[in-house]
């Protein structure tokens, strides 16, 4: 499994950004799979922010919740974060992740649920 993210970069307080993965290589149906957003700022853990499941039921992190919107587009293998109001706190490398989908209705953000991951793509917010 493959998983490439795209659409990070430099953006200013306030603005916003849609960061794109696309993934091929999969076992079973793209459809089949949850998802999820990570991010990862130096010297801290790496945080699940956003994930949705086989029946695009979403789970965010309190951090994030009213200001980024997850979305998985099955034709195109690909899932979406929508970034708006972004905060220099949201400066990270953002990872994308998938996983075969224990449950339809909710997805856990915890990295040791998900196997497949992305090399992640930059997001600083000046």
């Known amino acids: 499994v493959q998983l490439v993210e795209s659409g990070g970069g430099l953006v200013q307080p306030g603005g916003s950004l849609r960061l794109s993965c696309v993934g091929s290589?999969?076992?079973?149906?793209?459809?089949?799979?949850?998802m999820a957003w990570f991010r990862q700022s130096p010297g801290q853990e790496r945080e699940g922010i956003a994930g949705?499941?086989?029946?695009?039921?979403?789970t965010y992190a309190e951090s994030v919740k009213g200001r980024f919107t997850i979305s998985k587009d099955n034709v195109k293998n690909t899932v979406y974060l929508q970034m708006n109001n972004v905060q220099p706190e949201d400066t990270a490398m953002y990872y994308c992740?998938?996983?075969?989908?224990?449950?339809?209705?909710?997805?856990?953000?915890?990295?040791?649920?998900?196997?497949?991951w992305g090399q992640g793509t930059q997001v600083t917010v000046s």
């Open positions: 992740a998938a996983t075969m989908c224990v449950s339809a209705d909710h997805v856990p953000l915890s990295q040791n649920s998900f196997h497949y």
């Open positions: 290589g999969f076992r079973y149906a793209f459809s089949s799979y949850c």
């Open positions: 949705i499941t086989m029946n695009n039921a979403t």
